[in-house]
């Protein structure tokens, strides 16, 4: 099993930062990618980003291309999500999920609330 724990969103203005960070416990040894979806009222869940623990290749969404920077802490077992020039846009309830690459991305987080206000 693993868990992880989604921490740092909040209430931001149009063009401010936040860092999300997830921490994972349990069998981490597992983990191959973790990626960062979010889901926004009324829309479907997206893909954000992802990152591979190994390699660290980096995936983005169009949409955040360029405002948002995705890295991990192997040794803590840990990524962060840094966005910058927020739009309100982003507003969305953000999770973190891990992929064993034996059943996908299986586990997730609780999730974390983003608000950008204009």
């Known amino acids: 099993q693993v868990q992880l724990v989604e921490s740092g969103g909040g209430l931001v203005q149009a063009g401010g930062s936040l860092r999300l960070s997830c921490a994972a416990s349990?069998?981490?040894?597992?983990?191959?990618?973790m990626g960062w979806f979010r889901q926004a009222p009324g829309k479907e869940r997206e893909s954000v980003a992802t990152i591979t623990w190994n390699g660290g290749d980096t995936y983005y969404a169009d949409s955040v291309k360029g405002r948002f920077t995705l890295s991990r802490d192997n040794a803590k077992s840990t990524v962060y999500l840094q966005m910058d020039s927020l739009k309100p846009e982003d507003t969305a309830v953000y999770y973190c999920?891990?992929?064993?690459?034996?059943?996908?991305?299986?586990?997730w987080g609780q999730g974390t609330q983003v608000t950008v206000s204009s």
């Open positions: 999920a891990a992929d064993d690459r034996i059943g996908g991305y299986r586990y």
């Open positions: 349990g069998r981490t040894f597992t983990m191959y990618r």
